[in-house]
C-alpha cells in the first residue's frame, strides 16, 4: 500500500497544535468514554474567560512559535457560543501567529440545531468541519445513542460542505450484528457524499460506558475477530478504490487533505492542550489539565490554569510515545528520529522486527518502519512484541 501522505522532512520547521477541549453535550452516547458530561446550563461568559486564560498560561510557556493546526473537540464544541471560538482565535493569533495555510477543526454534531451555528462558526474562522454522523441507518443511530436521524444529519452535511473548506465525518462500523454487504453499502454511500475525509472506527466496548456494563451483563455483543477482521479490510478496500486510502488506522483521506492537526499528534509534534481534560506534550513536557470541568474551572481561578499534572518525560518515554504513535501511520515511523529521543537505548526488538517483517507484518523502507495492511489488523499484538 503507498502512503497517501508525504513523511515530515527533518529540517522542516517544527509544527505546533492547539487543542481546545469542549466538555459538554446534551447527552452521554453508550460508547463513549471520552470527558463528556452533561450540565443544565453553562456560564458561558464565565467558560470563555477561563479558556482564554489557559491559553494565555500555554502561550507563555511555548513563546515563539506558530501554529499550524487547532481542533475544537469534546464533549460537543459545536456548542459553544461562535463568540467564544472567535475569541479563543483571536487570542491564539495574537499570542503564537498562525500559519498562511493554518487548519482549523471543530466537531459538530450534524443536527439541525447545530447546524445553524455553522455560518457564525466560518465567520469567526473555522476552516474545517468534522461531524459526529456516526451511521446512515437511523435504527443503528438510536442504538448509538445519537439524537440525529439520517436525513437530518445528510441536511447537515450539505450545510457543512457549503460553508467550510474542508469537511470530515465519522462512523462508526462492527456494531451488533452488523452484516459485511449492509456495512459495504453504507461505507459506499458515505463515500458517494464526496468529503475528502472519513473517520471510521470499529465500535469498542470501553470501560465505565453504558455498552460496557450491556457487553458485561451478555445483553450486547460485537462481531468477533474474524467477522472484524473483514470489515475492517473491506473498509480499506473500499476507500482506497474511491481515492480515499487509510493514512492511519482509522483515518481515510484524499491525498493532500489529511488532518494536519492529527498528524502533529502521530508524528510526535508539539502540541498545547486546554480545557477540561486536555493533554499537551510541549518540548519534552507532558501537561494534564484537571478533568472534571468544575475542578478546571477552580484551578483556573486560583492558579491562572487548569493544568493537575506537569512532567518532564524521559527521553525512553518519548522515543515510546513516538513508535507507538508513529506506527498508526501508513508512512510508517523514522527510527534514526526514535533513536536519537532515546539517546541510544534500543527500542525495538530486532528478534521480533525479524520474524513479523517475514511473516510480511512489517516493512523496511530506509530508516522508516512501516506497518503492512495486513499487519494493520493486528497492530495493537505488533506493538506488544516489537517495542521495547
Known amino acids: ?35 463528556s458530561h452533561v450540565r443544565e446550563s453553562v456560564d458561558q461568559a464565565a467558560w470563555a474567560k477561563a479558556l482564554l486564560a489557559d491559553l494565555a498560561h500555554e502561550a507563555e510557556a511555548l513563546p515563539g512559535r506558530r501554529l499550524t493546526s487547532i481542533f475544537f473537540g469534546g464533549g ?26 493554518i487548519e482549523i477543526t471543530l466537531e459538530a454534531n450534524p443536527s439541525s440545531v447545530e447546524a445553524a451555528r455553522f455560518a457564525d462558526l466560518a465567520a ?35 450545510t457543512a460542505q457549503g460553508l467550510f473548506g474542508r469537511v470530515s465525518f465519522d462512523l462508526i462500523y462492527a456494531r451488533p450484528g452488523q452484516p459485511l454487504p449492509d456495512w459495504e453499502a453504507e461505507l459506499t454511500r458515505a463515500i458517494g457524499y464526496g468529503t475528502e475525509h472519513l473517520s471510521l472506527y470499529q465500535l469498542t466496548i470501553e470501560p465505565g460506558t453504558r455498552f460496557h456494563t450491556e457487553a458485561a451483563a451478555g445483553r450486547l455483543v460485537i462481531p468477533d475477530g474474524d467477522a472484524a477482521a473483514d470489515l475492517f479490510e473491506t473498509t480499506r478496500s473500499l476507500t482506497a478504490a474511491a481515492g480515499l486510502p487509510a493514512y492511519e488506522t482509522s483515518n481515510h483521506a484524499a491525498p493532500g487533505a489529511e488532518s494536519r492537526h492529527n498528524l502533529t499528534y502521530w508524528r510526535y509534534g508539539d502540541y498545547a492542550g486546554i480545557g477540561p481534560g486536555a493533554h499537551g506534550r510541549r518540548e519534552g513536557v507532558a501537561t494534564v489539565r484537571r478533568k ?22 524521559p527521553p525512553v518515554t518519548r522515543a515510546t510515545e513516538a513508535l507507538v504513535m508513529g506506527l498508526r501511520l501508513t508512512e510508517g515511523v523514522d ?44 497492530l495493537d499484538a505488533i506493538l506488544r512484541d516489537l517495542v521495547i
Open 1 to 35: 500500500m503507498s502512503s497517501a501522505i508525504s513523511p515530515r522532512s527533518s529540517s522542516a520547521p517544527s509544527p505546533l497544535a492547539l487543542y481546545v477541549h469542549w466538555p459538554f453535550c446534551v447527552s452521554k452516547c453508550p460508547y463513549c468514554d471520552f470527558n
Open 76 to 101: 460537543t464544541p459545536s456548542l459553544m457560543p461562535p463568540s467564544t471560538v472567535a475569541a479563543i482565535l483571536d487570542a491564539a493569533e495574537r499570542h503564537w501567529g498562525f500559519a498562511e495555510d
Open 124 to 158: 469567526a474562522g473555522v476552516n474545517r468541519a468534522s461531524l459526529g454522523v456516526q451511521a446512515l441507518d437511523d435504527q443503528a443511530l438510536h442504538f448509538l445513542g445519537r439524537a440525529h436521524g439520517v436525513d437530518e444529519a445528510l441536511r447537515a452535511l450539505q
Open 292 to 313: 472534571k470541568p468544575e475542578n478546571w474551572m477552580t484551578a483556573v481561578d486560583r492558579n491562572g490554569h487548569g493544568i493537575e499534572q506537569e512532567e518532564s518525560l
Open 335 to 378: 527510527l534514526s528520529r526514535v533513536a536519537a529521543l532515546a539517546e541510544g537505548r534500543p527500542m525495538v526488538d530486532e528478534n521480533a522486527a525479524t520474524r513479523m517483517a517475514a511473516q510480511g507484518l512489517i516493512r523496511r523502507d530506509g530508516d522508516r518502519l512501516i506497518v503492512t495492511d495486513a499487519g494493520a489488523l493486528l
